[in-house]
């Protein structure tokens, strides 16, 4: 595959039974079904809906969304080129988007109903808040008390970080393994604390992914920052609907709020001052339809770019949003991050473990060394990126 530093790279597929976008539909998908139907007690007709779901999109030519499914997200409605062409054809980020959109369509998410709004990843969701173990989890951040500021903030940078590893969706088919075993391939975090220590941001915005685990550190975070004065207010970006299997939505950062709220020690106390800094405007929440579609970040609606542009820091969260970051595409791994995402507004940082197969950012001898493994190291979410693109 040719791929250049400049212009466009081949976009990745689904097609090749030895790529990763292959499994997730052939592995990942079937597992997630299987899932949903053990988890909520759907109907027959919405039962035989997602097996017929699985079996077009492994092998089948895209069909139209529902004129209700449509009419609630307006990109399923702009007559894309893939409808009517076998799925094998769509690359992998707009075949994946479209996928849990159609998944949402087969239970009726979107018609009038007791299934209408329904989130059918919420089983899922609460069982891993109420994991007896979780508040113990968050015992280190008692033990920052007497750290320094520098300290304190790589590792809760590093938490974020390291709970995008609890990916509910990754979860169905990869074993889990100590996330604090992760190698960073990339460290902007001393450049970060250097550019919001000298001169505190104004507003971060935080374009979260996953709920839970990840969603509890991303919390602890926007904590931080705003009990610093590092951040005048912070901004939680979520979806508008329940999207790939553990995407935080507004009712996850409600219950996620609530559930540390009760812990003792320092995690509890900061749920408690987040939610008074709710009460007073300086933590609020933000979503947008373009969140639930395969876009790319540099081709976002003129007023999602005027929001984000005016925000003094992006933190961008996870897998998902890195591929729409700089692109799902084949780009050589030592692509210059700044480049990748050049069309992207403000000062910026992704925080992401590798999941799937796009990376950039690199420096060659890396690259190299990685790819001379033969392992899988894009994709088994063993390894991690703290990438920042900062502006004076």
Known sequence: MTTSTSGTAPAYGIADPDGFGWGVFHERHPALVRRL???????????????????????????????????????????????????????FLWAESYFYLRLLECVDHFVPGPWQGVDPFAPMKAAELADPGLEAETAWRDGLADASPAETFHALILAALYGNRADLGFQLVQATTDATDLPLLADDTAALWRHIGERPPGDVHMILDNAGRELLADLLLADHLLATGRADAVVLHVKPLPYYVSDATAADVRDCLLRIAAFSGAAGKAARRLREAAAGGRLRLATHEFYCSPSTFDEMPADLRAALAAAGLLVF?????????????????????????????????????????????????????????GTDWRTDGTRALVQARLRP
């Open 317 to 373: 969260k996870g897998d998902l949003n890195y591929r729409r970051l700089v692109g799902d595409r084949a780009w050589p791994a030592t692509r210059p991050f700044a480049d990748a995402v050049s069309g992207v507004p403000s000062s910026l940082v992704a925080l992401r473990t590798l999941k799937s197969d796009v990376v950039v950012g690199l420096d060659a001898e890396t690259a190299k060394e990685l790819d001379a493994t």
């Open 37 to 91: 139907c053990e988890s909520n007690p759907y109907t027959p007709e919405q039962r035989a809906r997602l097996d017929a779901l699985l079996e077009e999109s492994r092998s089948g030519t895209v069909r139209s969304p529902a004129p209700e499914t449509a009419a609630h997200v307006p990109w399923a409605a702009r007559g894309h080129r893939y409808v009517g062409r076998p799925w094998h054809e769509a690359p």
